[in-house]
């Protein structure tokens, strides 16, 4: 069973700084397309953030030159370094793992929550102006 364990939210400062991880459990094949997302009260689930077992990255235009993906595959974890942070990226933030690497291949796809196969419990990231 692939468990999704996300950590490193918390409240910060316009301007600030947080770096989210998504530790991956149980996910025994090679390839893969995650992403991560982030739902405020009363909005949609935004994708963000992209990545697949290549290494190639994409990001929404929301947070493109702020925020940067890496992953350790030895580790089996993702990172999300938020940088510049504002009081509009406030949300709870989660992480997706699908196994079909090529919903990473477009914007259109990997920004779809129901092209992944399994989330992770989420964290919050509060940022205050």
């Known amino acids: 069973q692939v468990q999704l364990v996300e950590s490193g939210g918390g409240s910060v400062q316009a301007g600030g700084s947080l770096r989210l991880s998504c530790a991956v459990f149980g996910y025994t094949y090679s390839s893969y397309c995650m992403g991560w997302f982030r739902q405020a009260p009363g909005e949609e689930r935004e994708g963000i953030a992209a990545?697949?077992?290549?290494?190639?990255?994409s990001y929404a235009d929301s947070v493109k030159g702020r925020f940067t993906l890496s992953q350790d595959n030895a580790k089996n974890t993702l990172w999300l370094q938020m940088n510049s942070l504002k009081p509009e990226d406030t949300a709870m933030y989660y992480c997706?793992?699908?196994?079909?690497?090529?919903?990473?291949?477009?914007?259109?796809?990997?920004?779809?929550?129901?092209?992944?196969?399994?989330w992770g419990q989420g964290t919050q990231v509060t940022v205050s102006s």
């Open positions: 990545i697949d077992s290549d290494g190639r990255t």
């Open positions: 997706a793992l699908s196994n079909r690497p090529y919903i990473c291949m477009a914007r259109v796809t990997w920004t779809r929550p129901y092209e992944y196969n399994d």
